[in-house]
């Protein structure tokens, strides 16, 4: 029995993940949980799992979580970013889901990594930011990553069993969002809500309002990047609406490998808990007869230039991802507030990314500088 530390339990990700330990009781138990600020659904979580550590991510949350469990059997409750690292390297641990939201990811991850353990990476933003720190310790220390996005873990699977050097190129495909199609005229007066429709994916606020502006595309290259060791110009994009075909590798010899799957998170997911093992019947097969087609096309940088802001920041290096991706979680934040315009996002982006002196990506204190920097660079293009 694989035995489970979840980061991120009460999101789209940590959520999934215990539904795949609901439906497998005997292959996984949960030994340690964390989470942010949803305490009524993380507390019916500590009745169903009865994990032995619990964290939540500010004092608040201690305090409710505490009251709301008193008079019960309760695990240790711990808060903060220290208690969230604690819960990622406890030691009973086999396996930690990293599925925190954004940058707040990097730490507890990288707790996780020097602990050795199995990491199962929802959270692209640890290889955004310090993806040569990451990787650099995860051989250190012993740790394994396995890649729980759709696209990373198709990729995964494609390069599976063959040299890297037979590998022409990476494809990660994008769905396109809600907008695929629309002028940027027609972008600026979209709301919060018409972009939290994504056509074919279930998935939370912040990487919905991503994939609406490609910035998840741009992010998922630069975890490519880290996790696969490819040069920048052999990792490409294509749009395929029907988010059917997850990625495809292109090898030296013409021929084309892709994995495809419905649109369900619990299928790479369970793969990445279950590895090198495949868990029956954990997504929906595909009717291979009932799809009428399947389309690629280019992405479309003029009116969605995220994905460019992305590949910009990659090939400048150093502290420039840690600074575009600061800088998109804040605009991203003020646009679900209804304080800037959608395609206000990348001007604010491309504001810091302008304004940013770049340092070396060496040492984390580096790079929590160049994010604590962007947020209040973007703070300021925000009112202005």
């Not at 494809?171 to 005229?185: C, E, N, V």
């Not at 279930?202 to 975890?223: F, H, P, Q």
Request: glycine share 6%.
């Amino acid at each position: 029995m694989k035995k489970l530390s979840i980061l991120g339990s009460t999101g789209s990700i940590g959520t999934s993940a215990l539904r795949i330990v609901e439906a497998f009781p005997r292959k996984y138990r949960v030994v340690a949980l964390a989470a942010g600020k949803n305490i009524d659904l993380l507390c019916s979580q500590i009745e169903r799992f009865r994990p032995k550590v619990v964290a939540v991510s500010d004092e608040d949350g201690f305090r409710q979580l505490r009251q709301v469990l008193r008079g019960r059997k309760t695990p240790k409750i711990l808060f903060g970013s220290e208690g969230v690292c604690e819960a990622a390297a406890f030691p009973e641990a086999d396996i930690v889901l990293s599925a925190i939201v954004g940058s707040a990811g990097l730490m507890p991850t990288r707790a996780a990594v020097r602990a050795g353990k199995i990491v199962a990476l929802a959270n692209k933003e640890a290889l955004v930011t310090a993806g040569d720190i990451v990787m650099k310790e995860a051989r250190t220390y012993g740790a394994t990553i396995l890649p729980v996005d759709s696209e990373h873990s198709a990729l995964f699977q494609c390069m599976h069993g063959w040299k890297r050097e037979s590998v022409r190129r990476l494809i990660l495909t994008a769905s396109g969002g809600p907008f695929r199609g629309m002028k940027r005229k027609q972008l600026r007066t979209v709301a919060p809500a018409d972009a939290l429709c994504h056509p074919n994916w279930s998935m939370g606020r912040k990487i919905t309002i991503d994939s609406a502006t490609l910035m998840n595309k741009g992010l998922e290259v630069i975890e490519a990047y880290h996790l696969f060791g490819m040069p920048l110009d052999q990792i490409g994009v294509l749009i395929h609406p029907q988010s059917i075909v997850h990625s495809i590798v292109e090898y030296c010899d013409g021929s084309y490998l892709a994995q495809m799957s419905r649109p369900d998170m619990r299928g790479p997911i369970a793969l990445a808990l279950a590895y090198p093992e495949r868990l029956p019947e954990a997504v929906e097969p595909l009717r291979m007869d009932q799809i009428a087609s399947l389309t690629f096309e280019q992405p479309d940088l003029k009116n969605f230039p995220c994905l460019d802001l992305a590949y910009q920041a990659l090939q400048t290096g150093g502290t420039m991802p840690a600074a575009m991706n600061a800088a998109n979680e804040t605009a991203v934040h003020a646009f679900l507030e209804h304080r800037i315009r959608f395609t206000d996002i990348p001007k604010i982006i491309a504001r810091v990314m302008s304004a940013h002196a770049v340092m070396p990506a060496q040492a984390i204190g580096a790079i929590v500088e160049a994010d604590l920097w962007a947020r209040a660079i973007s703070q300021e293009a925000i009112r202005a």
